[in-house]
Structures are given as structure tokens and as C-alpha cells.
């Protein structure tokens, strides 16, 4: 079990692995009453579209979380809430496709995969599967996932694998579990 010590208040950002004329996040942690708060602004190109989100989500000390609300610059909106054991709520209305799912992925963010590097607290070599809610920017479409963690060095270093996309990754984290690098896709910046 990794001890991963309190991290209030924080702010990272994160470009994309190319530089920062193809993505950039700002993002801030804090706690409020409600938990865990996570707010940032991405900006981002997928494909020949260029696109700006801004996100916050509220996670529990389990890091579960427990209502996102996410909006692009161009409009699009999606409110999802969880009560934290796997039934979801989809913009006010019972989303039964996201039963089970405990985690959410923001495919612009690599914070998100400090969500299940944090609440699954995996030791050496322990592996686990999950299934989430993927969402997909900038559309904001969301739909059920299944990833796989591995914890290469609890605490440092962890695998990822999307079970749905052929595709994996080796993130280091910080002392606090929050990812560092996402080789290929982002950068921890300074």
C-alpha cells in the first residue's frame, strides 16, 4: 500500500507532448466542503480541429469521482454524477450504460489517470482492471471503457492500458500519485 502524502492546494500544467502550440492544461487542486476539487482549462487540436475545454470535477477522499462538469469553448456541455459506487447520472438523467464504471477519463487531460492510480493504491506488481466513463473531447460523448493498471513501482511508476484502443503507456507519478509525463501524448511542465 503507498501512503501518497496530502497535496492541497496544487497547480500543474501539462503541454502536449509535441509543444505547446498543439495542447496545454492548467490545473488546480483544492478542497472545498463537498472533497477534492479539480478545475482546469485545456486547450487542444484533435485532428484539424482546435478546441478549449474547461473542467471541474468534485472527487471523495476514496478518489471517486463524484460529479464532472465539463464545457467546451464552443458550447457543448456534459454533467455527469456518480454516487460513487458505480451508478451515474448523464445531464440530469440515469445513464445505466456507465453501471459499474467508477472512474471517469477525459482523453485531453492526464490527470484523470491519477483518479485509479490513487484510489486503486496498487502494490508492486498488483494489476487491475477497471471499467469508466470515457469521454471523448471535443464532442463530450461518453461511453463505458476498460483499462488495465499495473503498478511497475507503487508510488512511481505505473502501466496503462486501454483495453479498447490497442493502446498502452508507462506514466511516472510524482510523490503525490499525480502523473508526471504521458510519453507520447503530454508533458509535466515546470
Known amino acids: 500500500m503507498t501512503i501518497f502524502p496530502p497535496l492541497f492546494p496544487a497547480s500543474l500544467r501539462w503541454s502536449a507532448w509535441t509543444g505547446a502550440e498543439a495542447g496545454l492544461e492548467h490545473l488546480d487542486l483544492g478542497r472545498s466542503a463537498d472533497g477534492i476539487i479539480a478545475s482546469a482549462v485545456v486547450f487542444g487540436v484533435d485532428g484539424p480541429v482546435r478546441f478549449g475545454l474547461r473542467y471541474r470535477l468534485v ?39 456507465l453501471d459499474d464504471c467508477i472512474d471517469i477519463d477525459i482523453e485531453a487531460t492526464p490527470f484523470t489517470n491519477t483518479l485509479p492510480i490513487r484510489r486503486l493504491d496498487l502494490a508492486d506488481g498488483q494489476t487491475e482492471l477497471i471499467r469508466l466513463a470515457y469521454i471523448r473531447v471535443p464532442s463530450l460523448s461518453v461511453a463505458p471503457g476498460r483499462q488495465r493498471y499495473t503498478a511497475m513501482k507503487a508510488g512511481t511508476r505505473y502501466r496503462f492500458e486501454s483495453l479498447d484502443h490497442d493502446f498502452s503507456a508507462n506514466l511516472p507519478v510524482d510523490q503525490q500519485g499525480l502523473v508526471r509525463d504521458y510519453p507520447s501524448l503530454f508533458r509535466r511542465l515546470a
Open 59 to 97: 472527487i471523495d477522499d476514496l478518489w471517486r469521482v463524484r460529479d464532472a462538469r465539463l464545457e467546451t469553448t464552443a458550447g457543448q456541455r456534459l454533467h455527469l454524477e456518480s454516487d460513487g459506487k458505480g451508478r451515474w447520472r448523464l445531464d440530469g438523467h440515469a445513464a445505466p450504460g
